[in-house]
């Protein structure tokens, strides 16, 4: 469970250090390669007037990119496990002309929601079961949807995240089969060496 918690912490440092600090408001201070990238990559869909859905599985990580969003004067909406009004968020999303983001948990929006107003698919950061991701991104590939969906997966080179993705990769069978989340079975599925290599540079 030690390095369980090891990889979370590793996890979020290659999201934004901010996340680490506890400082998701002042996140201008830090420095993130990742973060450059999905700036440049919400910038760039906005300006084409597409509609752009980010997940996260840190809800630290969507604070952050709402106190962006709310900086540069983009309306928003967003449901966390929190949330009670989920119905009219979706709703404001897929209708308001204006409100061009739609950030949620992995947790919150796997069922039960619909995103087609949304057309780009932003996951800021991999889930340790792939089958997860992809029931959040269908929930923008449903029924209504009337354009072609871009999806992308953000992972920061030469860091935890990358071997992580390898060995989801290579072990995607085991892995929806028995992670339903970040928990406990997890552990069980890495030999001592996919461990090794998860926290070796």
């Known amino acids: 469970m030690h390095i369980f918690a090891v990889l979370n912490y590793l996890k979020q440092i290659c999201d934004h250090p901010a ?11 830090y420095e993130s390669g ?7 990559l919400l910038t760039e869909s906005l300006g084409s007037g597409q509609k752009v859905v980010v997940f996260s599985q840190y809800v630290k990580m969507l604070a952050l990119i709402e106190a962006y969003l709310n900086d540069e004067g983009i309306d928003f909406a967003t449901i966390k496990g929190h949330t009670r009004k989920r119905a ?11 409100c061009m983001v739609f950030s949620a948990s992995l947790r919150a929006s796997g069922l039960g929601i619909d995103l087609t107003g949304g057309s780009v698919v932003i996951h800021y950061d991999r889930w340790w079961n ?9 929930r923008v590939h449903r029924i209504g949807q009337r354009r072609g969906v871009q999806v992308f997966k953000l992972i920061t080179e030469n860091t935890v995240e990358e071997k ?38």
């Open 164 to 201: 992580i993705d390898a060995i989801i990769s290579r072990k995607r069978q085991l892995m929806d089969s028995i992670v339903r989340e970040d928990d406990q079975a997890l552990l069980k599925s890495f030999s001592r060496e996919d461990l090794i290599e998860l926290i070796s540079f």
């Open 34 to 40: 990742k973060w450059d990238l999905f700036v440049e």
């Open 19 to 29: 996340l680490l600090e506890g400082d998701t408001v002042g996140y201008k201070k």
């Open 88 to 98: 009219e968020a979706v709703a404001r999303f897929n209708t308001d002309p204006k």
């Open 130 to 138: 792939s089958a997860r991701e992809e029931q959040a991104t269908d």
